[in-house]
């Protein structure tokens, strides 16, 4: 369950960064699209910390697994 929120939130991050680069090439003038994007992505990035910290600490989570 873990492993599929973070794909899900790694997902989340990628819509992100490449709306809030659309906006920032759509509007010229207006930058608030652009920073309410990155606002949700460098979020996003904060809760994908704590979700791989969770899922390592609960075993979900093998960090340096033995290559199979």
Do not use: C, W, Y
């Not at 873990?2 to 207006?30: A, C, P, R, Y």
């Not at 309410?36 to 979700?51: D, K, Q, T």
Request: aromatic share 8%; net charge positive; hydrophobic share 60%.
């Amino acid at each position: 369950m873990l492993k599929f929120l973070i794909v899900l939130v790694l997902i989340g991050i990628i819509v992100s960064l490449t709306s809030s680069f659309f906006f920032m090439m759509k509007d010229e003038g207006s930058r608030h699209r652009t920073v309410n994007g990155l606002i949700v992505r460098v979020s996003l990035s904060a809760l994908l910390l704590f979700l791989i910290g969770v899922a390592a600490m609960t075993g979900n989570l093998q960090l340096n697994a033995p290559p199979f």
